[in-house]
């Protein structure tokens, strides 16, 4: 720690001994960096706040979301920034005073590109900001030129917003009505084609639509009748063979008297299971028949007698089904027939003028495909135009300026009260480092112990230096000088502080 310590004077007493060296170097590196600073030009900055709503409920009751306001808005502050408008940023403003040519022109829409943001702080809110530094302008000047920049871009940016939409819709408008009458005319004369080849040819329309539409019809409704035959004759079949295992008349069971009454009784209930639909396999129904044969055989050996009845509701209710599905089946069958004679009409049309058919197919297509685009653009062109009256008479954009243009009160670049104080301490420790590499480069040693460690000898003494009178007040000058100049140095660095400051208050 000793060592250290010691090494600390050394160098500061090397220093000090060189002090006019350090102080030398120390005023040449302040005034050479207090020079640059002074050059750096100040850059003033001005900021706005706008603010957009898009919200409007009879614009979203047309079709006129808040996302096509959003994306409208989007589109105007991403070209807000284009050569076109910093050109007529350029224009409006002291900017374009010295501009004489083209490339003059390109070269300030550069800077000025360079020189303005718009940030979007929000999904509504968006911040404008400009900056303006040096061309020759004084610090007053600039602060004034960034403000009308940016008051410039709000401007545009209403321009662009509120005014150029309302000119594109009437130019669109204008453009469709033209179109719209073009369509028209080509629609008439298809139409009156069409009229006209019907009229020659009457027997090859006598439905809508070309022959191999009508004939493809034709076969998809006979496909369907075929299907909805079959179901029905299945249906008839089914029916009968229910109506064949049921008895006309009904036995009262006892009426007869003996094995006949529950022979007839016996019979019924066979009817009644096979009616709803149980098979000879099934056990319910062999047990009856087991029984009507033994019943059969009582009655045989019985004798013939007479059996009366009442008539079975069962047997009656089937054959009303039976009718109405004789009368679907036979209702199919002629529909059938029908459709069989029209596709045969039409085949025999098709091929034997296929020309004519091919004509005709191509004058329905073109009147169709005509006829589809004139209403779509009809629709399209009634719809833009209540937008575009919504637009003009309740504007959906709320533009509104939140924060005007500030006006600068004090650059935001450079720093330099900060540069002027960093360059003070910068040419101190310059003057310091020379005068330290100085005495290192001397072959000298302060101390009798750095003399010993350098020789490995001993040091038997040292002589202390005697000042005289004169010497003592020669160096109390001399300290004065240094004094004095240290202070200069100081004096000159609050001097430029001032009138920083100075210049700050004056625009302001």
């Known amino acids: 720690m000793s060592t250290i310590y010691e090494e600390v004077r050394i160098a500061l007493h090397g220093i000090w001994q060189r002090r006019w060296l350090a102080i030398a170097v120390a005023w040449l590196v302040c005034m050479l960096g207090w020079l640059a600073v002074a050059m750096v030009p100040n850059s003033y900055e001005s900021k706005a706040r706008i603010f957009v709503q898009l ?10 979301g808040a996302g096509d306001r959003r994306r409208d808005i989007d589109r105007v502050r991403q070209t807000l920034t284009s050569s076109v408008n910093l050109e007529k940023v ?35 809110l968006f911040e404008i900001s400009a900056q303006s530094s040096g061309g020759g302008l004084s610090d007053l000047q600039n602060a004034k030129l960034a403000q009308d920049i940016v008051q410039k871009m709000i401007d545009i940016f209403r321009e662009e917003n509120l005014a150029g939409g309302r000119g594109e819709m009437t130019n669109t408008l204008t453009f469709m009505d033209q179109q719209l009458a073009d369509r028209q005319k080509d629609l008439e004369a298809a139409e009156q084609k069409r009229q006209a080849f019907e009229a020659k040819n009457a027997d090859m329309m006598p439905g809508t639509g070309s022959l191999s539409s009508r004939l493809e019809s034709a076969r998809s409704e006979l496909r369907s009748v075929d299907s909805d035959l079959l179901a029905a004759q299945s249906a008839l079949a089914s ?31 066979l009817s009644t299971a096979r009616a709803r639909g149980l098979t000879d396999d099934h056990p319910d129904v062999i047990a009856l028949k087991n029984q009507i044969a033994a019943l059969t055989r009582q009655v045989a050996a019985e004798g013939p007698h007479t059996v009366s009845g009442t008539p079975n509701p069962a047997y009656s209710s089937l054959e009303s089904i039976k009718a109405d599905r004789a009368a679907s089946v036979v209702s199919l069958q002629s529909r059938k027939a029908s459709l069989q004679g029209e596709i045969a009409d039409l085949d025999g049309k098709q091929y034997s003028q296929p020309g004519l058919a091919a004509e005709a197919a191509r004058i329905n297509r073109d009147y169709d495909v005509l006829k589809e685009g004139y209403d779509k653009m009809l629709r399209d062109r009634e719809a833009l ?12 954009v709320k533009f509104e300026v939140i924060d005007p243009p500030s006006t600068p009160r004090a650059p935001i670049a450079p720093d330099r009260p900060v540069l002027l104080t960093l360059v003070l301490i910068i040419g101190l420790g310059a003057g310091g480092g020379a005068a330290f590499a100085m005495g ?20 038997l003494g040292s002589i202390s230096q005697s000042l005289t009178r004169a010497v003592r007040a020669q160096r109390l000058r001399q300290l004065k000088w240094f004094a004095g100049a240290m202070a200069g140095l100081v004096a000159v660095f609050v001097l430029l502080l001032a009138v920083e400051f100075m210049k700050r208050g004056m625009v302001a």
């Not at 229910?242 to 003996?258: D, E, F, N, R, Y």
């Not at 290192?440 to 040091?459: H, I, K, N």
């Open 55 to 64: 919200d409007d409920v009879l614009a979203e009751q047309i079709g006129i």
């Open 385 to 396: 135009r209540l937008r575009g009256q919504v637009e003009n008479e309740r504007d959906g």
């Open 90 to 124: 350029v224009r409006g403003t002291r900017l374009g005073d010295q501009v004489t040519t083209d490339k003059q022109m390109e070269a300030m829409v550069i800077d000025v590109g360079k020189a303005i943001k718009v940030v979007s702080q929000q999904d509504n």
């Open 239 to 269: 029916i009968g063979g229910q109506l064949s295992g049921t008895p006309q008349t009904i036995a009262v069971a006892g009426a007869a008297g003996g094995a006949r009454g529950a022979l007839a009784q016996i019979q019924s209930d």
């Open 440 to 459: 290192q480069m001397r072959s000298t040693f302060a101390t009798t112990g750095t003399l010993e460690r350098a020789t490995g000898l001993p040091v």
